[in-house]
């Protein structure tokens, strides 16, 4: 089996400083692909999945959060986040859903009936 | 490192050296790996340590820390001698029948102790989670509060 979901750019040459790329977790099933990304600050709102030819693109902005004062001390990023993979062309682009769920972003993306191994009864 | 090099050849023509010359070239290796692969190594450490942002006002404190993927449940706050303290255990969300295509992210234990500049009133803490971002308020104590100080004139 060929190497499927693989991770191709971390955000655009062109905007180097604009995004960061979220972790990642993707598990393989026999229904498809799982991929987890934490992208701590971002709520559904924020959310903007795009498939585009062989490519998916998550980007998912912060919520704007409230000046709460004078900051002491800052290690969190402030740029949002961006990360494109290229998709195993066995998956069923039609069937992709997503959820978030406290920062952590779950996309299901299903692989094509005709992919699948099916068993085959003999009469 | 020259003399090294010169060794090389004689000690691989010895079949009992033949593994040790492995391991050296491994460990050369080693030190020739790209810095990002340390840089990774690093990041997979500091995982253990979520980031977090100390912001002051006239009346609190407030700490935030990026736990993405938790339950409430599961973040333990607490204060300590002035100092803010923030854990738990993150468990893995796997997913059923699956097979690991790619880990980055982190699961297991981790904490992160934050020293308070000023006294707070401890009774009075709240802490607050949100997409995956706990904010903690601390209001400070009186005598921490700034205090405006009338000028008498006589």
């Known amino acids: 089996m060929q190497t499927t979901l693989d991770k191709q750019t971390n955000g655009t040459a062109a905007r180097p400083q604009e995004y960061i790329a979220p972790n990642v977790n993707i598990f393989e099933t026999q229904e498809g692909y799982v991929l987890q990304a934490e992208m701590p600050g971002v709520g559904k709102d924020g959310l903007e999945i795009t498939l585009e030819g062989t490519e998916i693109t998550i980007t998912g902005r912060r919520a704007p959060e409230s000046v709460v004062g004078e900051p002491l ?14 998709l195993d062309p066995a998956i069923d682009t ?29 009469d | 490192m020259n003399i090294v090099r010169w060794n090389r050849p004689m000690l691989s023509s010895l079949p009992t050296f033949g593994g040790l010359s492995t391991l050296r070239s491994e460990i050369d290796r080693l030190f020739d790996a790209p810095l990002t692969e340390l840089a990774r190594a690093s990041q997979f450490l500091s995982g253990a340590a979520p980031a977090v942002d100390v912001y002051e006002n006239k009346e609190n404190f407030v700490v935030k820390a990026e736990l993405p993927g938790m339950k409430k449940e599961e973040i333990d706050v607490s204060l300590h001698d002035g100092s803010l303290s923030i ?13 690991m295509y790619r880990s980055e992210r982190f699961f297991g234990r981790f904490q992160r102790t934050v020293a308070l500049p000023a006294s707070v009133d401890a009774a009075k803490i709240t802490a607050q989670y949100k997409d995956g971002v706990l904010t903690v308020t601390l209001p400070k104590a009186e005598e921490a509060k700034p205090k405006q100080i009338d000028v008498q004139v006589n």
């Open chain 1, 73 to 86: 001390f800052r290690e969190r990023h402030t740029a949002d986040y961006r990360r494109v993979f290229e």
């Open chain 2, 87 to 99: 854990s738990g255990e993150r468990n893995e969300e796997k997913v059923e029948n699956g097979e």
């Open chain 1, 94 to 122: 039609s069937k992709v859903s997503a959820k978030i769920n406290q920062g952590v972003l779950t996309v299901t993306l299903p692989k094509s009936e005709r992919v699948k191994p099916r068993k085959i009864t003999v």
